[in-house]
């Protein structure tokens, strides 16, 4: 499974950006989705994730409130909306996924941020001051 970040790209301090998240031949359809970054000489960090049935999200303190994650499974897409850009934002965004353990059971986000199993290769977003 391959899923693909797209979306980044160069944008000034204020600005906003929307990533999207896709995966070829793979319904992200109840599958937890989780965006994370990694900016040069840092770790990776997890920023948002949305449970499988869409109705949880969760969001890393330092994008809370400029960031908004959500779902669109009919165009099988991801998206993760970034307003109020700031230079620490600059980064390497990709996005993972978790299929969930059964029909009946809700993909959640609890421990996302520890890493999921299907990952994505990232696009590149870099906010100048």
């Known amino acids: 499974v391959q899923l693909q970040a797209s979306g980044g790209g160069l944008v000034q301090t204020g600005g906003s950006l929307r990533l999207s998240c896709t995966a070829s031949g793979y319904t992200l359809r109840d599958n937890a989705v989780g965006w994370f970054r990694q900016a040069p000489g840092k770790e990776r960090e997890g920023i948002s994730c949305i449970s499988g049935y869409g109705d949880h999200t969760t969001y890393a303190d330092a994008v809370k409130g400029r960031f908004t994650i959500s779902r669109d499974n009919y165009e099988n897409t991801v998206y993760l909306q970034m307003n109020n850009l700031k230079s620490e934002d600059t980064a390497v965004y990709y996005c993972?996924?978790?299929?969930?353990?059964?029909?009946?059971?809700?993909?959640?986000?609890?421990?996302?941020?520890?890493?999921?199993?299907?990952r994505g290769k990232g696009t590149q977003v870099t906010v100048s001051s």
């Open positions: 993972a996924a978790d299929p969930p353990l059964s029909s009946s059971v809700d993909a959640g986000c609890a421990t996302y941020s520890d890493g999921m199993k299907y």
